[in-house]
């Protein structure tokens, strides 16, 4: 050990310290000592793996953090006979324990705190400390041998996982909960630091930076190196804090930097994974039929939960147009993808009623087709149905009132009676031709025969055929109503849908209010 010992003071001294070999001595025999007493521990517990984490003085590392963790990590790892293996914070996969600390001062005595965690459950298991006189091991808590900062600031020395880039980052191991052990690391000016995230299970990931320094972050894939997220303050104070849905086995990159190039100081790192057990995702989504009609369709419901999406898949038995939709008061958006190759089919807001998504789409027998809802802001929550049908496979034949695809040809309704019309085609209109014996104020409805999910479209001209007003949705759902005074005349009404296949006939009425 003592070469290992002359090897770090030399490095520290090289750096520009000072201090007397005597309280050198005494570290080494503290560290010593505490490296046989949490040995034993390990092997009373039969550890596997264990990982030493960082010792933060003011949630900054400082050399006296780098010195007491690079002696203890020595004196562990030259011990014979052991039943363990030892990693970086960076490595610490499948690791069963951690070894952390605190460095802290109280009246010119600084006290070292060394933990041992039991990271299933973050159980402190052990705990032991080391005095020191401040001005014995003063040196140790600046940065540099000039220009250093005060022992309340953070470092901004360069830390022990530089250097590191795209082709080397600091691998990271994804904590469970949010208490996921924070990695202490240091940005200097024009710095990046990179860190490899590969997630086991799908789910929502959080990595977020502590400290008081302002950092920004931004997310990547590590294969195709596509940007999918940045943050500056999302998190507490300064710091950023990225909330991203995830896939197992998917290599990412968080990168880490300070708000400007000049930014230095201490921060930490953290990463952990918000998995509902209850989801869905890509590779298991939930098998959903669909219906030969909407009269049969019946809504499944479901419930989205705060930044999470769900997924469906949809085997049309059969070739023809597919409608999905969500029901419900829940604001939800939707993505249709070809589930083979990934691509993005078609999206939707509002195509539905009120705040609900809608997709029409034409389906081919026995393709498959992922689509995934969820709420329109990442703070949504609450439920929803979700369904699935054929519509506009069969359209009505043309009515009674065709032709009728022109002013001329318009034909004449009463007020007070309701017409029964067809849309045969997704491009046909129909006018209507009516006349006004009273003024006053008169409403004009059209809506679908079968349900209000018909898109009707109205206008309203006078007899010199000018528009004077018009509505879409002003009825039920996608229904259109107008409400408007009258005087006495001749007036033209032009009907149309919106729907590329309408999949329902619509009644027409005119009545005085």
Known sequence: MK??????????MASGFAFSQNIIIQMDEEVSSLAQSIHEKLIEKNAGKIVIGQFTYNEGIIPLSTYW????????ANIAQRNYLIFSAGNSNDAQWMITGEIVQVSGIIRIYTRLIRLSDRTIDAVYYSNFYRNDISDMFTASSSGAQSSSQSSAASDIY????WDSPVEY?????SNAAVLNRAITPD???????????????TIETTGSIDTYMYLYDYETEEELADNDDGGTGANARISYNVEAGVAYIAIVQGYSSSTSGSYGFRAYLTVREDSSGWNNPITHEVSENEESADAVNYTITRGFENYYLIVPAVSGRVTIETTGRTDTYMELYD????ELLDQNDDGGTNYNARIRFSAAAGGRYIVMVKGYSSNTTGAYGFRAFYAGNNLAAADQYEPDDDPAFAKTLQIGVTQER????GNDVDWIQFQITSA????INARGVNSNRLDTYIELYNSSLNVIAEDDDGGDSLSSRLSVNLNTGIYYLKVWCLDEEPNQGYTVNISAQ
């Open 3 to 12: 070469k290992f010992s002359i090897l770090i003071i030399s490095l520290i």
């Open 191 to 205: 710095d990046e630091d990179f860190f490899l995230l590969i997630p086991d299970r799908d789910g929502r990931l």
């Open 339 to 342: 589930a083979d190759t990934r």
């Open 162 to 165: 530089e250097p590191d880039d």
């Open 422 to 425: 067809t849309f045969h085609s």
């Open 440 to 443: 006053g104020r008169y409403v």
């Open 69 to 76: 963790i690079n002696q203890l990590t020595g004196e562990l």
């Open 173 to 177: 191991v994804i904590g469970a909960n």
